[in-house]
Nanobody
Framework: QVQLVESGGGLVQAGGSLGLSCAAS????????MGWYRQAPGKQRELVAA???????NYADSVKGRFTISRDNAKNTVYLQMNYLKPEDTAVYYC???????????????WGQGTQVTVAS
C-alpha cells in the first residue's frame, strides 16, 4: 500500500510565494514520475507540473516561469515552489505519482489527498 501526503498549502497574498511538498511512502520499488495537479471550483483538474526520476520537467503554460518542481529521489519526495502567485492559482493541489511497487510490476498511479492553496488579491 502506497501513501502520498501533501503539505505546505495555505493562504498567501497575490505576488507572494508558497512551497508544497509531497512524500510517498509504503512499498515502493521506484517512482517513475511525480507531479502536481490542481482543481479549482467548477473547473477540470489540470496538470501543473511533473518531473521524472531523471529530472526531466514539464510545466503547464500558465505556470511557466513562476513555478519550479523538484524532487529528492532518495526520499520519494516532490516539491513545488510557487512564486509570483496569482488569484487564478487558487485551487486544491494534488500530488500524483507513477510508481512501481516492485521492479517487475506494472506502474500504478497514486494520488494524495490534496492541499488547499488560496491566493488573495
Amino acid at each position: 500500500q502506497v501513501q502520498l501526503v501533501e503539505s505546505g498549502g495555505g493562504l498567501v497574498q497575490a505576488g507572494g510565494s508558497l512551497g508544497l511538498s509531497c512524500a510517498a511512502s509504503g512499498r515502493i520499488a521506484s517512482v517513475n514520475v511525480m507531479g502536481w495537479y490542481r482543481q479549482a471550483p467548477g473547473k477540470q483538474r489540470e496538470l501543473v507540473a511533473a518531473i521524472t526520476s531523471g529530472g526531466t520537467t514539464n510545466y503547464a503554460d500558465s505556470v511557466k516561469g513562476r513555478f519550479t518542481i523538484s524532487r529528492d529521489n532518495a526520499k520519494n519526495t516532490v516539491y513545488l515552489q510557487m512564486n509570483y502567485l496569482k488569484p487564478e492559482d487558487t485551487a486544491v493541489y494534488y500530488c500524483n505519482a507513477v510508481l512501481q511497487t516492485t521492479a517487475w510490476a506494472m506502474p500504478i498511479i497514486s494520488w494524495g489527498q490534496g492541499t488547499q492553496v488560496t491566493v488573495a488579491s
